[in-house]
C-alpha cells in the first residue's frame, strides 16, 4: 500500500513536470506576451510598495502559480522578499495576485484562441459576497469587465473587473468555447447591464463583441 501511494505521488509528479513544461512553451508565444502585459498592468494597483518593486512582484507571484505554488506559500516568499508590507497585506496581495494570475492566462489563452466570452462562476457558498452572487451563470465579454458592485447598488472604489480578479475573490471564469456551452435564454452582461437574451440577440451582440476584441 505504501509502495502504491508512493507510486502514484512520482506518477503525479512527473505529470505536474510535463504540464509545466508544456506552459512554458506557450508562455514563450504570444499567450505568454499577452499574460505579462495583463500582470504588469495588475502592478498599478499595489500601492504598498513602489511600482517598479510592485512589477517585480507581480511577475514573481505570476512564475510561482504557473509552477503550481499556493498562496501560502507565495505569502511566505513575499515576507521575505519585501519585509516592509504589512503582514495582512501579504496575505491579501497573495491571494489576489495568484488569482488575478490565473485569471490573466485564462483571457490570454481566449484571446489566443478567438474565445470572446467566460461564465462568471462564484464558489456558492455563504461567504460569496452579494454582488458576486448575483454575478453567478452571467456571460460576461473578455472586451467589457463588468462593474458587479454598480450592478446591484452598492457603492464601491474596486470598478470594474473580471471574475477573480478583485480582493479575496474566490470567483472562476468557464470559458464558452462555442455556442453549445450556453443555455438559452441566457444571463448575459452587456454594456453596463445583466439581461436574458435568447440565442438570436446573443448572435448579434457576439459579432459586436468579436470586432472591439
Given at each position: 500500500n505504501n509502495m502504491k501511494t508512493w507510486r502514484e505521488a512520482a506518477a503525479k509528479s512527473t505529470q505536474s513536470r510535463k504540464l509545466y513544461s508544456l506552459l512554458q512553451k506557450e508562455m514563450a508565444g504570444q499567450t505568454g506576451i499577452r499574460v505579462r502585459a495583463l500582470i504588469t498592468a495588475n502592478a498599478a494597483y499595489i500601492r504598498s510598495i513602489p511600482l517598479i518593486q510592485a512589477t517585480h512582484l507581480v511577475n514573481e507571484v505570476s512564475r510561482a502559480t504557473q509552477q503550481g505554488s499556493r498562496p501560502e506559500t507565495i505569502a511566505k516568499m513575499m515576507r521575505t522578499r519585501w519585509p516592509q508590507l504589512l503582514r495582512s497585506r501579504v496575505t491579501l496581495i497573495a491571494r489576489t495576485e495568484t488569482a488575478k494570475a490565473s485569471v490573466a492566462l485564462t483571457e490570454a489563452r481566449c484571446q489566443e484562441l478567438d474565445?470572446?466570452?467566460y461564465q462568471w462562476l462564484s464558489s456558492e457558498d455563504q461567504r460569496v459576497r452579494y454582488s458576486h452572487k448575483k454575478m453567478n451563470g452571467v456571460w460576461?465579454?473578455?472586451?467589457?469587465?463588468?462593474?458587479?458592485?454598480?450592478?446591484?447598488?452598492?457603492?464601491?472604489?474596486?470598478?470594474?473587473?473580471?471574475?477573480?480578479?478583485?480582493p479575496n475573490c474566490r470567483c472562476t471564469s468557464r470559458p464558452g468555447l462555442s455556442l453549445d456551452d450556453i443555455s438559452f435564454p441566457a444571463r448575459v452582461y452587456w454594456n453596463g447591464a445583466v439581461k436574458y437574451m435568447n440565442k438570436q440577440e446573443f448572435k448579434a451582440i457576439n459579432m459586436e463583441a468579436r470586432q472591439a476584441a
Open positions: 474565445i470572446e466570452w460576461v465579454p473578455w472586451s467589457q469587465p463588468p462593474d458587479p458592485e454598480a450592478l446591484v447598488g452598492e457603492k464601491s472604489t474596486l470598478g470594474h473587473y473580471h471574475s477573480g480578479s478583485c
